[in-house]
């Protein structure tokens, strides 16, 4: 199987560290010094994660030439549905699309969420080699950020990336996988106003991310490693003979700590987190998408996926590009 096409789509307004810095007590040295993010981009009125995920999609299915009556399934990995339970914000993509013939959900597995979905679609079409997938991921973070605090407002950014996973003659998985989860982390990054608060008669909570940071960082570093060389060792080779690696733009500090305990040099990773934040299940996608079209991603780029994120949630996907 292999990705047959990318497509993806950030919303045009840019707010950058200065900007924070007018109402938050912040600085770009700060931020840029404790996470490599200079700006992000974030969704205006006209845009949510339908909307940003529904354009890249749009994008994805024209490189892979594929109409949206052979998708047989879409998937959207997302934490920050239109929402806040139902209907899957892949219904609304589904329809927006005219994907007719597909069924439809969402996956939530929060940064790792791509990974995820990508997974679950490879999947489907090993099964139904006929079919083709859509697997989406999109975020509107900046709906659910608390602006005031400054320790997790700085962090994310909003936007969509999609992939089209086809058979393209030849079903058989190619890419190597590993999915995890520790749910004792789960309070370290979460979101409530789910079925665990009893709701007060007339009280609307409005729910913001909260974040302990230093557990995550950690739990990133560590993770990202095992995962890296865990999918190298098993088809023995080092992680210096991959090309690329496609880990989730969380903070660019975390990577530089990976980068430094595998012994890779910084062009070993994409990079993109300075002018978009962490965009959660968007990231990967959005990523390989900018990869492909930079002409810096190309055919037979053997390359390593990996994200981690609420849960705690990681995944990791090893490829020879486009091959699935
Ligand atoms: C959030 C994160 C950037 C914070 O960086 P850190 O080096 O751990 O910083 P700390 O939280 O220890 O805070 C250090 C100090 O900086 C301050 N600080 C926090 N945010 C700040 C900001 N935006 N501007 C200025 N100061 C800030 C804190 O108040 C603290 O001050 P104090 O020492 O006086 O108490 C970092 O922990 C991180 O990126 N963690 C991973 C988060 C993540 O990836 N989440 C998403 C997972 S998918």
């Known amino acids: 199987m292999k990705i047959l096409g990318t497509g993806s789509y950030l919303p045009p307004k840019v707010v950058t560290n200065d900007d924070l810095a007018r109402s938050l007590d912040t600085s770009d040295e700060w931020i840029y010094s404790h996470t490599g993010i200079h700006s992000r981009h974030i969704a205006e009125a006209d845009d949510c994660t339908s909307v940003m995920a529904t354009k890249a999609a749009k994008e994805a299915l024209a490189a892979a030439d594929v109409s949206p009556e052979e998708i047989g399934l879409v998937i959207v990995a997302t934490s920050t549905p239109d929402y806040s339970t139902f209907p899957a914000t892949a219904c609304l993509v589904q329809d927006a699309l005219g994907c007719r013939n597909a069924g439809a959900y969402d996956l939530q597995a929060a940064c790792a969420g791509f990974i995820y979905a990508l997974e679950q679609g490879r999947c489907w079409v090993a099964a139904h080699p006929?079919?083709?997938?859509?697997?989406v991921g999109a975020e509107t973070l900046s709906r659910i950020v608390d602006w005031t605090d400054r320790a997790t407002?700085?962090?994310?950014?909003?936007?969509a990336g999609a992939v089209v996973v086809g058979a393209d003659g030849?079903?058989?998985?190619?890419?190597?996988?590993?999915?995890?989860a520790d749910g004792s982390g789960c309070e370290f990054i979460s979101r409530a106003g789910g079925a665990r608060v009893i709701p007060a008669p007339g009280q609307v909570p409005v729910p913001f991310l909260v974040l302990q940071g230093r557990p995550v960082f950690n739990f990133a570093v560590r993770t990202m490693d095992a995962i890296v060389?865990?999918?190298?060792?098993?088809?023995?080779?080092?992680p210096a003979a991959l090309d690329r690696i496609f880990a989730h733009q969380?903070?660019?500090?975390?990577?530089?700590?990976?980068?430094r305990r595998m012994g890779l040099p910084m062009?070993?990773?994409f990079m993109n987190i300075e002018?978009?934040?962490?965009?959660s299940a968007a990231s990967i996608p959005v990523a390989l998408d900018q990869a492909v079209r930079s002409g810096e991603l190309r055919e037979g780029d053997r390359i390593c996926l990996v994200g981690f994120g609420a849960g705690l949630t990681y995944g990791g996907l090893l490829m020879d590009w486009p091959r699935v």
């Open 275 to 279: 002018t978009t934040g962490n965009t």
């Open 130 to 135: 006929d079919r083709k997938v859509l697997v």
């Open 229 to 238: 060389r865990n999918l190298c060792a098993g088809v023995n080779i080092e």
């Open 153 to 159: 407002c700085i962090l994310f950014g909003d936007g």
């Open 267 to 269: 062009d070993k990773f």
């Open 250 to 259: 969380a903070n660019g500090r975390i990577i530089e700590a990976v980068g």
């Open 170 to 180: 030849d079903a058989t998985p190619r890419a190597s996988v590993k999915l995890g």
